[in-house]
């Protein structure tokens, strides 16, 4: 069986909760706690170097990290990642977009404001934060003001590792009230019969 | 024939001349200077809604963007990309690690010092970067102590995706005599027979 190490309160934890969800894929999490320093421990550094979560434990003991190889790695040879070679490589350009210009800035933000209370010394980075997660935004909504989905004409991976911080891009202070297509892809994304949501994720 | 948009100043383009010259792949490159704004044209925007380099234009006239996933693309079906699920996901660990924790420093870094001249306003920016390029470092010299290469026991993408702006680090501000195993990779990667250096591809 699979072990999961992680936080919900992650979106990149959740990305890997939600795909074993639509997969019905077995597995144990264990809970790492991303704010008192769980992350940093030689127990967890052994598991992952870089100190975050989440990370994928196969029954071989061996470890995998990185939200987004997770998911190509459970996806692989399922509905949720195309074998096509060029619906593959566009579904990692959307997955290195969202961690080098996506992530860093959305997720950024709302660690900022809903988990450090948004302190006065960070607020000139929270600020920068905001316009680099809305140019993000931008680069979404043309796409998805084209296609249903961002690769393809169904959900994959690509949809899920971008669903987990978009639909909660208001805690980091983002309004998606100007970006309709993104709104009603996150109403496509979460109304899959295999959905599940972040608290409910949370739940088990 | 493919055509590859990019500046060879950036270690993300260089990536896939890189890979193209070890793959022998025939192109025509056409240069987009990332100096001057030509990135944020309506006609390069038209190819990456992002505005930047490298993209990868198919003879279909389908646009790839991202410089992983163009490797990726490219890479696919041969020895520089395996096809073991383990190992690919493996690969991809390691390059969505260099999107989020090393490039961004990395590269970031060498921005601020070479191409704007470290104007005291991105000072403490710089020294951030500094800190934080440091850790990535250290996450590469512990796997480089223990293996040859990233993935596997041969040059893969992933090395070639690190490749890039590890061994013009120093352009950055990063001293790399502490980190004995990444000096000794830098030298079996440069020595490999269908490399191609920086200097050399910036000819041509």
Known sequence: MYRVYGDIRSGNFYKVKLLMHHLD?????????????????????????????????????QFLWESNAILNYLAKGTEYLPEDRWLHATVLQWQFFEQNSHEPFIAGARF???????????????????????????????????????????????????????????????DLAGFPAIRRWIGRVSSHPRHLGMADAAAG
């Open 25 to 61: 894929t077995p597995h144990e999490w264990v809970k790492v706690d991303v704010l008192t320093g769980e992350t940093k421990t030689p127990e967890h550094l052994a598991r992952n170097p870089n100190g975050r979560i989440p990370v994928l434990e196969l029954p071989t003991g």
């Open 112 to 174: 900022v404001a809903k988990f450090l209370g948004l302190p006065d010394e960070l607020r000139a980075d929270f600020e920068s934060k905001q316009e680099k997660g809305k140019r993000a935004l931008e680069v979404m909504e043309q796409q998805l003001s084209r296609t249903d989905y961002l690769v393809g004409d169904a959900l994959t991976i690509a949809d899920i590792s971008f669903y987990a911080y978009t639909h909660i891009a208001d805690e980091g202070g983002f």
